[in-house]
């Protein structure tokens, strides 16, 4: 290349640069000059047509300050950009700093992507920005969001929202602060607590997170769902909203509203499709009764089946399984409750304690009455031991046992087949010592009966007299008479020290149970 022609395109680069920026007025009706204090203008009138590269601005009439290089635009405004479109009532265009401050009826439209609506819009070319700042609406195939104030970044087709924010779906509503939506991917991001109701009645909470439209596949943090029979919590979500899949990790609580029943764990997830839950992870269950109490119930996994047949309703608890109530402890391999006949079946080396007494059997049923202990079935190999103050075992055993409760506890235990048990007698001596009275307990010997069925009543909890039905074998022994191997009935066993306490149930603390309420969204 010549040094002449060299020359000749870095002399021009600027103009050429220069001119690139120049507004240039491509037809009007009609061209008048005027000033506007010592401003000179063009005032133009009638299809009124202006281009700046590849930017056209049409509209009914304008103002053109050529030396400033900017225009003012009134009726049918209309500018077309690449793959921008825009219309509005009025326009004031700087053709320097490339920025169109639109305002009344604004329609901004990225081509085949979304709509956005407001009556206040500024426009930046060099930024591909357009920003709204008092009330605005983004429209496209599958949604609807408003807000007070947001921008619309044209190249990555990102629309920011801030301030009573609304989104309208047809599966939905939201409302939130703050969210972001990509017009092409059909992606929202949650940047704020957000609530959202479906059309099924469900009501969800998240703090953040993305949702995909299209896919209907949400990936979110720190929420709550709800819906007229149950509620979910935790700390990170999956959901899936087409094949109706909800994975929880972290602090997960799902609680059934018509049971007053929650299960927490660390992970879970919730089939709603197939109507399972599932949870694991320190799991345990809290189950609210009528009395007030509550019935807590640990185990390595809990599974809720959901079904419209009652029958088919229920809840599996497996392995190491542990309960507590107040006044019920047990310990078991696996559960299961059927809320049909509202009854908990204990399997595989069951034990439960109430008071002083310790119930064993091959499998236990435990009826729930008004959310209460009504009766504990007791099936072959059954034991009931308790130990009295001077630690000796008071035993009976059968093939099959019933115990019956009343006001929490144990009431009566009637023994049908097999019956067998050892009572020890004790008996209180008073004596003054030191002009103190002592009571002094001893035994006074030990009763051991064979009769195939029984009923034992009890009072506070301590047995209070035995009845013996079908030619009783009774034997008593004295003290001295005793020997140790006459003392436990074939198949005893003492599990107290497998006996749970509270903290060994309840995995995350006392107030865990707290979480049977709804949560109080932040107010911002």
């Given at each position: 290349m010549s040094r002449i022609v060299l020359f000749t395109i870095l002399l021009f680069t600027p103009f050429l640069t220069f001119s690139q920026k120049k507004i240039k007025l491509n037809h009007a009706?009609?061209?008048?000059g005027s000033m506007r204090g010592e401003k000179r203008f063009d005032k133009l009138l009638g299809h009124v047509a202006f281009v700046q590269n590849t930017t056209n601005i049409f509209c009914d009439s304008a103002y053109f300050f050529r030396s400033e290089n900017r225009l003012e635009a009134f009726g049918h405004v209309h500018i077309t950009d690449d793959s921008v479109d825009i219309t509005s009532l009025q326009l004031e265009y700087d053709g320097t700093k490339k920025?169109?401050?639109?305002?009344?009826n604004v329609v901004f439209e990225k081509l085949k992507i979304a709509k956005l609506y407001t009556d206040f819009l500024d426009y930046y070319r060099i930024k591909n920005e357009a920003r709204y700042f008092n009330g605005g609406r983004l429209v496209d195939t599958t949604n609807v969001l408003t807000s007070k104030k947001g921008y619309y970044d044209v190249r990555t087709n990102l629309a920011s929202f801030k301030g009573e924010v609304i989104g309208v779906n047809p599966d939905y509503t939201l409302t939130s602060d703050t969210l972001q939506y990509n017009s092409k991917t059909r992606m929202i991001y949650f940047r704020d607590f957000t609530t959202l109701k479906d059309k099924e009645g469900k009501t969800a909470y998240?703090?953040?997170?993305?949702y995909d439209t299209r896919k209907k596949i949400s990936s979110l943090?720190?929420?709550?769902?709800?819906?007229?029979t149950y509620r979910i919590k935790g700390d990170n979500?999956?959901?899936d909203d087409v094949k109706k899949f909800y994975k929880v990790k972290g602090h997960v609580a799902m609680t059934s509203k018509a049971e007053k029943l929650t299960i927490f764990g660390d992970d879970g997830f919730y089939d709603r499709k197939n109507g399972i839950s599932k949870v694991y992870g320190n799991a345990y269950m809290a189950r609210v009764m009528d009395s007030g109490d509550t019935l807590f119930l640990s185990a390595d996994t809990l599974v809720s089946i959901e079904n419209v047949n009652p029958k088919k309703k229920k809840l599996l608890a497996y392995h190491k399984v542990k309960i507590y109530k107040s006044d019920m402890q047990g310990i078991t391999d696996s559960l299961v409750y059927k809320s049909a006949d509202s009854t908990l079946y204990f399997y595989r080396d069951p034990v439960l304690w109430s008071d002083e007494n310790q119930m064993t059997a091959d499998s236990i049923h435990m009826l729930l009455k008004n959310r209460n202990i009504s009766r504990i079935y007791m099936v072959s190999n059954s034991f009931v031991v308790s130990q009295d103050s001077l630690l000796n075992f008071n035993q009976i055993k059968g093939r099959k046992m019933t115990t019956y409760f009343e006001n929490k506890n144990i009431h009566h235990v009637i023994v049908e087949g097999n019956g067998e048990s050892i009572y020890h007698a004790l008996e209180e001596k008073k004596i003054i010592k030191d002009s103190l009275l002592i009571k002094i307990t001893f035994l006074a010997g030990m009763n051991k009966i064979i009769c195939s069925n029984m009923r034992i009543d009890f009072k506070a909890g301590k047995v209070s007299s035995i009845n013996f039905y079908v030619k009783p074998d009774a034997s008593f022994f004295p003290p001295q008479n005793i020997k140790e191997e006459d003392r436990k009935l074939k198949?005893?066993?003492w599990r107290g020290e497998d006996r749970p306490k509270r903290n060994d149930v309840v995995k995350r603390g006392s107030d865990e149970i707290k979480k049977l309420e709804p949560t109080a969204i932040p107010n911002k």
């Amino acid at each position: 290349m010549s040094r002449i022609v060299l020359f000749t395109i870095l002399l021009f680069t600027p103009f050429l640069t220069f001119s690139q920026k120049k507004i240039k007025l491509n037809h009007a009706d009609s061209l008048k000059g005027s000033m506007r204090g010592e401003k000179r203008f063009d005032k133009l009138l009638g299809h009124v047509a202006f281009v700046q590269n590849t930017t056209n601005i049409f509209c009914d009439s304008a103002y053109f300050f050529r030396s400033e290089n900017r225009l003012e635009a009134f009726g049918h405004v209309h500018i077309t950009d690449d793959s921008v479109d825009i219309t509005s009532l009025q326009l004031e265009y700087d053709g320097t700093k490339k920025i169109a401050h639109l305002r009344k009826n604004v329609v901004f439209e990225k081509l085949k992507i979304a709509k956005l609506y407001t009556d206040f819009l500024d426009y930046y070319r060099i930024k591909n920005e357009a920003r709204y700042f008092n009330g605005g609406r983004l429209v496209d195939t599958t949604n609807v969001l408003t807000s007070k104030k947001g921008y619309y970044d044209v190249r990555t087709n990102l629309a920011s929202f801030k301030g009573e924010v609304i989104g309208v779906n047809p599966d939905y509503t939201l409302t939130s602060d703050t969210l972001q939506y990509n017009s092409k991917t059909r992606m929202i991001y949650f940047r704020d607590f957000t609530t959202l109701k479906d059309k099924e009645g469900k009501t969800a909470y998240y703090q953040n997170g993305v949702y995909d439209t299209r896919k209907k596949i949400s990936s979110l943090t720190n929420g709550e769902m709800e819906s007229p029979t149950y509620r979910i919590k935790g700390d990170n979500y999956f959901i899936d909203d087409v094949k109706k899949f909800y994975k929880v990790k972290g602090h997960v609580a799902m609680t059934s509203k018509a049971e007053k029943l929650t299960i927490f764990g660390d992970d879970g997830f919730y089939d709603r499709k197939n109507g399972i839950s599932k949870v694991y992870g320190n799991a345990y269950m809290a189950r609210v009764m009528d009395s007030g109490d509550t019935l807590f119930l640990s185990a390595d996994t809990l599974v809720s089946i959901e079904n419209v047949n009652p029958k088919k309703k229920k809840l599996l608890a497996y392995h190491k399984v542990k309960i507590y109530k107040s006044d019920m402890q047990g310990i078991t391999d696996s559960l299961v409750y059927k809320s049909a006949d509202s009854t908990l079946y204990f399997y595989r080396d069951p034990v439960l304690w109430s008071d002083e007494n310790q119930m064993t059997a091959d499998s236990i049923h435990m009826l729930l009455k008004n959310r209460n202990i009504s009766r504990i079935y007791m099936v072959s190999n059954s034991f009931v031991v308790s130990q009295d103050s001077l630690l000796n075992f008071n035993q009976i055993k059968g093939r099959k046992m019933t115990t019956y409760f009343e006001n929490k506890n144990i009431h009566h235990v009637i023994v049908e087949g097999n019956g067998e048990s050892i009572y020890h007698a004790l008996e209180e001596k008073k004596i003054i010592k030191d002009s103190l009275l002592i009571k002094i307990t001893f035994l006074a010997g030990m009763n051991k009966i064979i009769c195939s069925n029984m009923r034992i009543d009890f009072k506070a909890g301590k047995v209070s007299s035995i009845n013996f039905y079908v030619k009783p074998d009774a034997s008593f022994f004295p003290p001295q008479n005793i020997k140790e191997e006459d003392r436990k009935l074939k198949g005893f066993t003492w599990r107290g020290e497998d006996r749970p306490k509270r903290n060994d149930v309840v995995k995350r603390g006392s107030d865990e149970i707290k979480k049977l309420e709804p949560t109080a969204i932040p107010n911002k």
